[in-house]
């Protein structure tokens, strides 16, 4: 069992930023691709931003590509999601998952393949 805990969620003005961060209690973080994803009221989840548990590899949704950065600290257990240049329609509640293994270059983007999830954390961006 993984249990992830997700932080750094808050309220902020368009074009503001924020870090958000997900911490796994698993001894073998290393060995897990971790992802993000969202859900806005009265949508369907969808995934953010993905990464190999090497590191090697990442993927973004088209709709944050060049804003978002994801990225992880294995000896930290972590994996962070640091958002620039934040807009209203970023506002979700932003939830980290976990999949044991995946490809060491090709990250997993589809949410069903994603063994664990957290509680969600709430972004909001106001006008």
């Known amino acids: 069992q993984v249990h992830l805990v997700e932080s750094g969620g808050g309220s902020v003005q368009v074009g503001d930023s924020l870090r958000l961060a997900c911490t796994a209690s698993?001894?073998?973080?290393?060995?897990?691709?971790m992802g993000w994803f969202r859900q806005a009221p009265g949508k369907e989840r969808e995934y953010v931003a993905v990464i190999t548990w090497s590191g090697g590899g990442t993927s973004y949704a088209d709709s944050v590509k060049g804003r978002f950065t994801i990225s992880r600290d294995n000896g930290a257990n972590t994996v962070y999601l640091q958002m620039n240049s934040l807009k209203p329609e970023d506002t979700a509640v932003y939830y980290c998952?976990?999949?044991?293994?995946?490809?060491?270059?090709?990250?997993?983007?589809?949410?069903?393949?994603?063994?664990?999830w957290g509680q969600g954390t709430q972004v909001t961006v106001s006008s």
């Open positions: 698993v001894t073998s973080f290393n060995t897990y691709s």
């Open positions: 998952a976990a999949a044991r293994g995946g490809s060491y270059y090709r990250p997993l983007i589809e949410a069903f393949r994603y063994d664990y």
